[in-house]
């Protein structure tokens, strides 16, 4: 007897528990649209019932993967894919985030190999950054910026005497295949060594075994305790690789307005060029100029 009332006892609080869970849960609505891949391929999606969703507004695949919207159609929107995916397919289901394209920024950058959305690429482990920024922001007006006053030294002699560059200019390298481009922008990275000066190198397209080479001359010389690389390779999506130049600009922008310097190089905007024009291309929009590449100095 004394069993069969511990039984009905314990029952009884379990239900009790199950009824007090119940009455305190107090479900929370939210409309969520969701849209469906009409067509995909070479590193573009065309969706359709993302009735609200804004341009460079970051939406979700159904396996996880990202992509950027590009194109606002009456009747779709142009998707640039920034993620390798083979399971997505028409009729794959696509949502909207809420939020534009932005990355990780901050200290903890400093000494790591990551990719153009913030994700670590080297075995160092997961990021722990300060705080994320958008990639697409309002550029400080004219009238706010400062005077070139201050010398960079690329540690060239012969460049160093003949053109002045100073920071807070740009600069343009050209030439040639294998003709010392990148050799020049290593030099200068390596020469900022002890001048508090933040580098990031951004590889655009390139192969893979010479980032490799690069990332293991600054790990050799003990320059990468002071740079972050941002790496979109060859074999990347064409997405990843237009946004990289961007991500690299808003990481180095944080280091800006803490007051320090930040060289950027960007190896190289003759790629960034070609996924632009590529994907410009597939989504059906204007491609820009067919000389130099114009369009790229447009946008930067």
């Known amino acids: 007897m004394n069993e069969q009332s511990q039984l009905t006892d314990l029952l009884e609080d379990t239900f009790n528990s199950f009824r007090s869970v119940v009455d305190d849960m ?3 609505l939210r409309t969520q649209e969701i849209g469906v891949v009409i067509a995909v391929g070479q590193g573009i999606a065309r969706v359709n019932g993302l009735a609200k969703v804004k341009s460079e507004e970051v939406v979700s695949f159904w396996d996880g993967s990202l992509g950027l919207v590009f194109n606002l159609d009456i009747d779709e929107i142009g998707v640039i894919l920034l993620d390798k995916s083979d399971k997505i397919a028409a009729g794959s289901q696509v949502q909207r985030t809420g939020h534009v394209l932005d990355v990780p920024v901050g200290q903890a950058l400093l000494g790591r190999i990551i990719d153009p ?3 670590p690429l080297d075995a160092l482990g997961s990021l722990e950054f300060a705080k994320r920024m958008p990639a ?3 550029a400080p007006k004219i009238i706010d910026r400062a005077p070139v006053t201050v010398p960079l030294q690329t540690g060239i002699k012969v460049i160093d005497a003949l053109i002045p560059i100073g920071r807070g200019q740009r600069e343009l390298i050209l030439g040639d295949r294998q003709t010392g481009k990148s050799a020049i922008a290593l030099d200068t990275i390596l020469n900022q060594k002890e001048k508090n000066v933040i580098c990031i190198y951004c590889a655009i397209g390139q192969r893979s075994s010479s ?5 293991g001359d600054l790990r050799r010389l003990n320059a990468l305790e002071y740079c972050v690389v941002v790496v979109a390779a060859g074999d ?3 997405g990843l690789q237009y946004i990289a130049p961007y991500a690299a600009t808003t990481m180095a922008e944080y280091f800006m307005e803490q007051g320090q310097d930040a060289l950027i190089v960007y190896d190289d905007l003759t790629s960034h060029a070609r996924s632009y024009r590529e994907l410009s291309l597939l989504l059906r929009r ?3 100029r067919g000389a130099l590449p114009g369009n790229i100095f447009y946008i930067h």
Request: charged share 35%; hydrophobic share 30%.
């Open 26 to 28: 107090k479900p929370h």
């Open 117 to 119: 959305l913030g994700r």
């Open 136 to 138: 697409e922001r309002e």
């Open 211 to 215: 980032v490799a080479k690069l990332i």
């Open 236 to 238: 990347d999506p064409a």
């Open 286 to 288: 204007p491609p820009g």
